[in-house]
Structure formats: C-alpha cells, structure tokens
C-alpha cells in the first residue's frame, strides 16, 4: 500500500484530472529515458518525458509469489530514442524501469506507481511489446555456486584469476544477423574464440560486447558466429577486441590454460550411472575406496 503526498491526495481527491503516466527507463550502457502519455513533455527529476511516442502499459497484475507480473509496455518505434535496430542488438535487454503517476500541472507532484525491469521484448510490424519484471524476481533466480562437473567462473574474472588478452580485428564482411567474416585472427586457431567475446570498438555499436557462439576458418577468412543478432548499423570496418572462450571443462582449464589449480567445478563427482551401477566380479575392487585417487 502507498502512502500518497498529502497535496498529491489532495489533487486526486479534487476529481480534476491533470495526471499522466510517466515511464522513465535507465538502460545497462547508463542511458537514461523518459516517455509519458500526455500530450506534452514533462521534465522532473532533470529528465524530460517525452510524449506522443504511441507508449503504453497494460493491466498490471501482481503476484503473491515470485513470478512475473502481467504488466507490459506497449507501443510504436514512433520515438527517436527507440529504434528497432537498438532493440535487436539488444540495448533495452534488462533496463531499470520506474512507472510514475505525474500531476502535469505541477510535475514534482508524483508518486511512483511501480519499479522493475524490461524483460523479453518481442518486435512485430514497427511496434513492440516488452515485460515489465518486478524487483522480486530477482528472489527467484539461482544464486551462489553449482554442484556440477564444469567452472561456474568466466575466463579472465576474479574467480578465475587469468590475465586474458583481447585481439584485435577488423569486421571485413556482414554475412547475415548473425554472422560476421574479419581480419586479424588468421594467426589464431579455429575454435580458440568459441564461447569468447566480441567488443566493439567503433563505430554506433562502440562499447556493446556480444557473446561468440562459434569461431572457424573456410576459404575466404575468419568467421565469427554471435549468439544475438547483429544490429542494422553495424558495417563493414568496424573494429573489435576478441577474447578467447573456454568451454569449462577441468581438461581445458588444465592442459590449455594452465590453471587447474583454480577451477571453480567439481570433476570429480560421479554422474548418474555411476550412482546405479552395481558391484561386479573381476578386476573392479569393490573395497569401499575412494573413486577419485
């Protein structure tokens, strides 16, 4: 339950309707944009909502568990600020969002009606509908470290401890949303970038990192194969930083880089067929000993 401002109250009370909805959105990159559903800008807080942008929320529903709200946002790519091409790269994945409901006669009359995060963005014809998470789910999610056979750290972190160079490339060719032909890595293996990282330099997309799926070599060069889809403005020239990936395992923390002594898995534990595997006759010892020796 929220406890309103008494002139807020008061205004809401009167039956005079001067309210608007203002969404204001802070994107991961530290961008930050306002949009409302009046007719006019309204500027509060040092940002200006921008109107007329074809935005909108449906019924909010909430819930007494953890799980997802039915609140979206809904709308036109009418606004400059949104653009189908940032959407598809991904730029509004995860972006803080606060609902406010605005007294347009005077601004800094508001109470904040919701708080959350975007969450799945579909695009259809020029227009887009993104979930709107609330700050609970973030209960919901799994958090500390796994039991499982492979590190649960990344190449390069804290957890892992490595030093991990970035190389240096040049995007020589777009071949499709997804895939992209460069220079500068001929010297590198195949498969040495899979599961590694592309940043970008240069460019409209400078900044964006983009996770490789799959890095191999044919007659023309050097292929990367990204996980997301690559933003209409991205062309040819582009510079990037590639790191190597790693798939893991405790072989390749081991014989490849050299830092078994810091793999964050558990290699060891016996998987399900071990776990049902009955004594048998012959050269196994069935003594009770350890597995792992």
């Known amino acids: 339950m929220k406890t309103l401002p008494p002139d807020l109250a008061a205004a809401l009370a ?16 530290g961008r930050v944009f306002g949009f409302t559903d009046h007719d006019h800008a309204l500027v509060y807080g040092g940002v200006t909502h921008e109107a007329a942008t074809g935005l909108g929320a449906t019924e909010a529903t909430a819930h007494a568990d953890l799980s997802v709200g039915g609140l979206e946002i809904e709308g036109a790519l009418s606004s400059e600020a949104i653009t189908a091409a940032d959407v598809e790269a991904g730029l509004w994945d995860g972006a803080a969002v606060e609902i406010d409901l605005v007294d347009w006669s005077a601004p800094d009359r508001r109470v904040t009606l919701r708080k959350g995060t975007l969450g799945e963005i579909v695009r259809i014809d020029g227009a887009f509908t993104a979930e709107v998470r609330s700050l609970a789910h973030v209960l919901d999610e799994t958090r500390g470290r796994l039991f499982q056979h492979r590190c649960d750290a990344e190449l390069g972190d804290a957890r892992c401890g490595l030093a991990v160079a970035e190389v240096p490339a040049v995007v020589d060719a777009v071949l499709d949303p997804h895939r992209i032909r460069v220079s500068g890595l001929e010297a590198v293996a195949a498969g040495d970038f899979d599961r590694g990282m592309a940043r970008f330099v240069s460019g409209p997309l400078a900044g964006r990192r983009s996770e490789i799926r799959f890095h191999g070599v044919d007659l023309q060069g050097v292929v990367l194969d990204l996980w997301q889809p690559i933003a209409e403005s ?31 898995g558990f290699p060891h534990i016996p998987g399900n067929d071990f776990l049902i595997v009955s004594p048998t006759v012959g050269s196994v010892v069935n003594d009770g000993g350890a597995y792992v020796t």
Not at 14 to 29: H, I, N
Not at 234 to 260: K, S, Y
């Open 234 to 264: 991205l062309a040819v020239g582009v510079a990037l930083a590639v790191t190597p990936g790693c798939d893991r395992r405790f072989e390749t923390c081991r014989d490849r880089f050299d830092n078994a002594v810091a793999f964050r």
């Open 14 to 29: 009167s039956g005079v309707g001067t309210f608007a909805t203002c969404w204001r959105l802070t994107r991961v990159d």
